[in-house]
């Protein structure tokens, strides 16, 4: 829609190229959120992003300002892109898409923030909510596994990078790592 309302400033775009902009930039919007996490949120802004490490009180946590910082580069894409440069308009929708993608089925699906109407039994997605389980499995900004989203290595793998990592870390954490991803498994074996 926004496409269309922009015709006048894109029309020496095509179509197809707009497309593959916004493909690849939502692909590598995974990239760069890996990056963001292991490194800037698990780093010197640590002191935002622990508060999703730990139980929640409230609608809210300071983690939810990330939302707000990584929102404010798309929306000036998309402003833009609509009157100046083509090019950025779909790569202002392509991380607005991976945003409400990550928003939806992160927030909603692996934390239950609100309902998405989603179970989350197909493979696909008990894979994912296992990788975030055990990544939630360390409370410290150190010693943690599994920082992407869409694209997560093998739970095994993962649990066994826990192990490697415990050998300079409490012994507590693999273990509750394994209560952590165990319900995920259990429930999908019940179905």
Request: glycine share 8%.
């Amino acid at each position: 829609m926004v496409i269309l309302l922009c015709s006048t400033y894109v029309a020496d775009m095509s179509l197809a190229a707009m497309i593959v902009l916004f493909v690849a930039t939502f692909a590598g919007m995974e990239v760069f959120a890996w990056a963001m996490h292991r490194y800037v949120m698990h780093g010197w802004l640590w002191s935002w992003h622990r508060s999703h490490h730990e139980p929640r009180d409230g609608l809210l946590e300071r983690n939810d300002l990330f939302a707000v910082v990584f929102a404010a580069p798309a929306v000036v894409l998309i402003a833009v892109g609509s009157h100046a440069w083509p090019w950025a308009l779909p790569v202002g929708l392509g991380v607005t898409a991976y945003g409400v993608v990550y928003a939806f089925f992160h927030d909603g699906l692996v934390h239950q923030r609100f309902p998405t109407g989603v179970t989350g039994r197909s493979v696909f997605w008990r894979r994912r909510i296992q990788a975030h389980r055990l990544h939630h499995a360390i409370h410290t900004r150190e010693g943690c596994v599994s920082f992407g989203f869409l694209w997560v290595r093998p739970v095994r793998t993962l649990k066994a990078e826990l192990v490697q990592k415990r050998i300079g870390s409490s012994k507590g954490a693999v273990a509750k790592a394994a209560r952590l991803a165990d319900p995920v498994q259990k429930q999908a074996n019940r179905n």
